[in-house]
């Protein structure tokens, strides 16, 4: 993922891919955006940093994703790594999370890197699933192909139609048939099943029903629950026992789909004079009532759907926009994006470069949605989601991406926000 750089903002969307195999994972390196699996530093970063711990439990911190996001024509590398603790008293806690930037300095003479040459794989591998067919006219026109130029069928393999002429004869039609003839002939008309509806009824059909009890049916009593609902359902499983790893996956990207247009005047007058005439009112006819007449305003709701009544219009757009591409799990807008928040920011919010003091700005967010695509073994081998439950993180970063050659990885922003406050 990588700025624009455009006039226009421009928004990236983070989709789960395949998964990397062991070989992969041991050949990726920092210019491959994934999640989970281990962090690959930048080469020239010796020693590399240890696994970072959380500030509040001490639980040594899993990689969630690593963003491959360099500037423009900046003459560096750049990547994010992102850590979370997957205690569930930590992970809506935003210092409980850790967003790490390292670069490096990118040679005057590199090779395509192998995370471009890996990405076209899969679209050659499209472009090769796409062109199969082009070849589908070519049958028969070759030396080696399914007949020759006259026609005929070419029987020269060793599984060909040769093989089952073996089977009947080794004669010509003739003989093939001379051959059939006595087993067509074994074939008989079994006359005593067939259509046995014809020569007479066929037995009628009958069921055992035992007799009802005289004494009806009597519920068993059921006691009242005597444990704490609430706290039931806001029970989460215990992480594992050690060092969790997420299953490496591959991230996918592409541009946010533009938002559903909203009704046109022409469409609304459409709607109004289709209304006088017919008597009805779509608005309420849609919201299970009746009658005619209406407003511009009750047409409107006909082809946008309404506020919600609970006022939560932070969260209803960002149902809005994960409705647009619902296997999004990351966006990233540092070319002038915007985050989606689920509740307000806080008051007077304007982040700062911890090494620099320049202003911070928006970069990228995880979204509720990742939740259930983080996976990782447990203590018995099997395989878990759910263990990094959170609402949402935001990211921010240094504006001017604040670096030198032999610096160690810098700490950038993370803000946190619960899914139900």
């Known amino acids: 993922?990588?700025?624009?750089?455009?006039?226009?903002?421009?928004?990236?969307?983070?989709?789960?891919?395949?998964?990397?195999?062991?070989?992969?994972e041991s050949r990726s390196d920092l210019t491959v955006s994934r999640l989970g699996g281990r962090p690959d530093w930048p080469?020239?970063?010796?020693?590399?940093?240890?696994q970072p711990v959380c500030d509040r439990c001490g639980r040594p911190q899993p990689l969630v994703t690593q963003i491959y996001a360099p500037i423009g024509a900046s003459a560096y590398h750049r990547t994010l790594y992102l850590f979370a603790c997957v205690s569930p008293e930590c992970a809506n806690e935003s210092g409980a999370w850790r967003c790490l930037r390292a670069q490096q300095r990118a040679a005057a003479e590199r090779s395509e890197p192998e995370s471009?040459?890996?990405a076209s794989q899969p679209a050659a591998a499209a472009a090769a699933a796409a062109d199969w067919l082009d070849s589908a006219d070519d049958w028969g026109d070759g030396d080696g192909g399914w007949g020759d130029d006259d026609g005929k069928v070419d029987n020269s393999s060793a599984g060909g139609i040769d093989n089952v002429r073996s089977n009947t004869g080794t004669g010509g039609s003739g003989d093939n048939m001379a051959t059939l003839t006595p087993s067509l002939q074994k074939l008989a008309l079994d006359v005593d099943n067939a259509n046995l509806a014809a020569s007479g009824d066929p037995p009628a059909a009958s069921a055992e029903v035992e007799p009802a009890s005289e004494e009806g049916v009597s519920p068993e009593p059921v006691a009242p629950p005597t444990g704490d609902l609430r706290a039931l359902l806001a029970a989460r499983p215990a992480p594992p026992a050690g060092t969790v790893t997420f299953r490496p996956t591959y991230l996918s990207v592409i541009e946010e789909p533009a938002p559903r247009a909203a009704a046109s005047h022409h469409e609304l007058d459409l709607l109004r004079q289709y209304q006088a005439r017919e008597g009805v009112n779509?608005?309420?006819?849609?919201?299970?009532?009746?009658?005619?007449?209406?407003?511009?305003?009750?047409?409107?709701e006909v082809y946008e759907r309404a506020a919600p009544a609970h006022g939560d219009r932070l969260l209803y757009k960002l149902i809005q926009r994960l409705e647009l591409c619902p296997a999004q799990v990351l966006r990233y807008g540092r070319d002038g994006g915007a985050p989606l928040p689920l509740a307000p920011l806080p008051a007077g919010w304007a982040p700062v470069c911890a090494h620099c003091g320049g202003p911070a700005v928006f970069e990228l967010q995880l979204l509720p949605t990742l939740v259930s695509r983080l996976?990782?073994?447990?203590?018995?081998?099997?395989?878990?989601?759910?263990?990094?439950?959170?609402?949402?993180a935001i990211v921010y970063t240094c504006r001017d991406s604040c670096w030198r050659d032999g610096d160690r990885p810098r700490a950038e922003t993370v803000l946190v926000q619960a899914e139900m406050q």
């Open 1 to 24: 993922m990588a700025s624009g750089g455009g006039s226009v903002p421009t928004v990236l969307l983070g989709l789960e891919d395949a998964p990397l195999s062991p070989a992969e």
């Open 43 to 50: 080469a020239d970063l010796a020693p590399p940093p240890p």
């Open 282 to 300: 779509m608005a309420q006819l849609s919201a299970g009532g009746g009658g005619g007449g209406g407003t511009a305003a009750a047409a409107a």
């Open 375 to 392: 996976r990782a073994a447990d203590s018995q081998g099997a395989e878990r989601t759910g263990l990094l439950e959170f609402g949402t």
């Open 116 to 118: 471009t040459a890996r």
